[in-house]
């Protein structure tokens, strides 16, 4: 996609003319500005927005490109509105990844980092609780009440947790159980008459959470004026039950057919009567034994050895091995695992960047150019046996392309040659190759390249 795009400067400051015959020029300037900044989007005025259909506009990793600009979103400010006065709805904020901040939530970001508000009409009885210590991986439930006390109804419009390590469920005065996760934007959850109460379950999940003091909040969203945002403070301590040593565990590129095998230690820091029962999450392309045995620093520790079999898909995997104990506190230990298993089909380009993608890089026009394609198949017990190869491309007609059989379901060359008729500032698309193969069936190679006239 072609990057392109201007920048208006506006003076400001210092930079402000200081004779009044200027005035006139630099009106024009900002009216100028704010005509450009209307058409910001492409949908008017200036240059043309890309299109994701121009095959000539060079792809990110392809022609080298300036910076684009970016705008961030501007914040809304809401001026107060006296209490029953109809105020329109604050979307739901989606919970976030562990440890990151909730997203803003438009007028209520003052209300958020304001002291509470002991005369507002929605309330916790008791805001804020403390789990006390908290195992690593170790799960903890807690429910908070939110009423109305004020004289009429309120609506509750959002209930965001400010972390994605816990779970926000929340019963409505009828008994509904509704999922903020779920509840549509833009819409009011519920309604609380004078004297009615919701309930707010969280379900913490500590897993990954470094060691040490933690506060989390759950942010409820109103229509009392006095407090729109409601905070519900949860404070914990997280302790070191166990460590695992490495987590992720590691298996590098694998060569699918093979095997191979890793060792991960479960240290028993707190809990040392801890056993492994059995599995809750175990792939069935993983076969795992393990036994108690000191760690290498001679810690007491469960030693872990993670066999990756044969039957291992072919791609970047990365599942869970989520084991079950004998624990009450610490039910479940989880180690993470990666791997890279590769196809015993190997498509060599020759490309030092990217070994699977073709770089013509500058034709000068009315000549040609030739890149190939080498296929090597590591295992003569599953034949790699091409079918077809094709070019899908708005230039296919000046690219032309020829498969090579050196050896059977073992090797094959393609050829790739541009035609001295290929007239395109950038162009690009994809090889096409079918195979009888059951890893590979088919496998796309992109290709790109410049034509450059004197």
Request: net charge negative; with cysteine.
């Given at each position: 996609m072609?990057?392109g795009?201007?920048?208006?400067?506006?003076?400001?400051?210092?930079d402000?003319?200081?004779r009044?015959?200027m005035?006139?020029v630099?009106?024009?300037a900002?009216?100028?500005?704010?005509a450009?900044?209307g058409?910001e989007?492409?949908?008017?005025g200036?240059q043309?927005?890309?299109s994701a259909?121009?095959?000539?506009a060079?792809?990110?990793?392809?022609?080298p490109?300036?910076?684009?600009?970016s705008r961030s979103?501007a914040?809304?400010?809401?001026?107060?509105?006296?209490?029953?006065?109809?105020?329109?709805?604050?979307?739901?904020?989606?919970?976030?990844g562990?440890?990151?901040?909730?997203?803003?939530?438009?007028?209520?970001?003052?209300?958020?980092t304001?002291?509470?508000?002991?005369d507002?009409?929605?309330f916790s009885?008791?805001?804020?609780f403390?789990?006390?210590e908290?195992l690593?991986?170790?799960?903890?439930?807690?429910?908070?009440?939110?009423?109305?006390?004020?004289a009429?109804?309120?609506t509750?419009?959002a209930?965001n947790?400010t972390?994605?390590?816990?779970?926000?469920?929340?019963?409505?005065?009828?008994?509904?159980?509704?999922?903020?996760?779920?509840h549509?934007?833009?819409?009011?959850?519920?309604?609380?008459?004078?004297?009615?109460?919701a309930?707010?379950?969280?379900e913490?999940?500590?897993f990954?959470?470094?060691v040490?003091?933690?506060?989390?909040?759950?942010?409820v969203?109103?229509?009392?004026?006095?407090q729109?945002?409601l905070?519900l403070?949860?404070?914990?301590?997280?302790?070191?039950?166990?460590?695992?040593?490495?987590?992720?565990?590691?298996?590098?590129?694998v060569?699918r057919?093979?095997?191979?095998?890793?060792?991960?230690?479960?240290?028993?820091?707190?809990?040392?009567?801890?056993?492994?029962?059995?599995?809750v999450?175990k792939?069935?392309?993983?076969?795992?034994?393990?036994e108690?045995?000191?760690a290498?620093?001679?810690?007491p520790a469960?030693a872990?050895?993670?066999?990756?079999?044969?039957?291992?898909p072919?791609?970047?995997?990365?599942?869970a091995?989520?084991?079950?104990t004998n624990?009450?506190?610490?039910?479940?230990?989880?180690?993470?695992?990666?791997?890279?298993v590769?196809?015993?089909?190997?498509?060599?380009t020759?490309?030092?960047?990217?070994?699977?993608?073709i770089?013509?890089?500058?034709i000068?026009f009315?000549?040609?150019r030739?890149?190939?394609?080498?296929?090597t198949?590591?295992?003569?017990?599953?034949?790699?046996?091409?079918?077809?190869v094709?070019?899908?491309?708005?230039?296919?007609e000046?690219i032309?392309?020829a498969?090579?059989?050196?050896?059977r379901?073992?090797?094959?060359?393609?050829?790739?040659?541009?035609?001295?008729?290929?007239d395109a500032r950038?162009?690009?698309g994809i090889?096409?190759?079918?195979?009888?193969?059951v890893?590979?069936?088919?496998?796309?190679?992109?290709?790109?390249?410049?034509v450059k006239?004197?």
């Amino acid at each position: 996609m072609m990057l392109g795009g201007s920048r208006i400067r506006l003076a400001r400051g210092n930079d402000m003319p200081s004779r009044p015959e200027m005035l006139p020029v630099l009106l024009c300037a900002v009216l100028l500005g704010l005509a450009a900044c209307g058409h910001e989007d492409g949908s008017g005025g200036g240059q043309q927005a890309p299109s994701a259909a121009n095959e000539d506009a060079p792809q990110a990793d392809a022609a080298p490109a300036g910076a684009a600009g970016s705008r961030s979103a501007a914040q809304t400010v809401v001026a107060p509105v006296a209490e029953g006065a109809a105020r329109a709805p604050v979307p739901a904020a989606a919970p976030q990844g562990n440890g990151a901040p909730a997203p803003g939530l438009p007028g209520q970001l003052d209300a958020v980092t304001s002291p509470p508000d002991k005369d507002a009409a929605v309330f916790s009885p008791e805001p804020e609780f403390d789990f006390g210590e908290v195992l690593q991986g170790e799960k903890r439930e807690h429910t908070f009440t939110v009423g109305n006390r004020g004289a009429i109804d309120h609506t509750i419009r959002a209930v965001n947790p400010t972390c994605g390590c816990f779970i926000a469920e929340v019963t409505a005065p009828d008994g509904r159980a509704i999922d903020p996760r779920k509840h549509p934007p833009n819409t009011d959850m519920m309604t609380l008459k004078p004297g009615e109460e919701a309930k707010v379950k969280v379900e913490l999940n500590s897993f990954g959470q470094r060691v040490g003091k933690l506060q989390k909040q759950i942010i409820v969203i109103s229509s009392d004026n006095r407090q729109p945002a409601l905070r519900l403070t949860l404070s914990m301590t997280i302790a070191a039950g166990v460590q695992v040593e490495p987590n992720p565990l590691q298996f590098g590129e694998v060569l699918r057919g093979q095997t191979k095998t890793a060792r991960a230690w479960i240290k028993l820091k707190q809990l040392t009567d801890l056993e492994i029962t059995g599995w809750v999450e175990k792939p069935d392309f993983f076969e795992v034994a393990y036994e108690k045995s000191p760690a290498p620093d001679g810690s007491p520790a469960i030693a872990l050895d993670v066999t990756l079999l044969p039957n291992a898909p072919v791609g970047y995997i990365a599942p869970a091995l989520v084991a079950k104990t004998n624990n009450a506190r610490l039910q479940q230990v989880q180690v993470q695992l990666y791997a890279n298993v590769k196809s015993q089909v190997v498509f060599s380009t020759g490309n030092q960047i990217n070994n699977e993608r073709i770089d013509f890089e500058v034709i000068p026009f009315g000549e040609s150019r030739t890149r190939s394609v080498e296929i090597t198949n590591a295992s003569a017990e599953e034949p790699y046996v091409v079918e077809s190869v094709e070019i899908e491309s708005k230039y296919q007609e000046q690219i032309k392309v020829a498969l090579e059989e050196l050896e059977r379901g073992m090797r094959y060359k393609i050829t790739l040659t541009t035609d001295p008729s290929l007239d395109a500032r950038f162009f690009r698309g994809i090889l096409k190759v079918k195979a009888e193969h059951v890893d590979t069936p088919e496998k796309q190679i992109h290709f790109h390249g410049w034509v450059k006239k004197s």
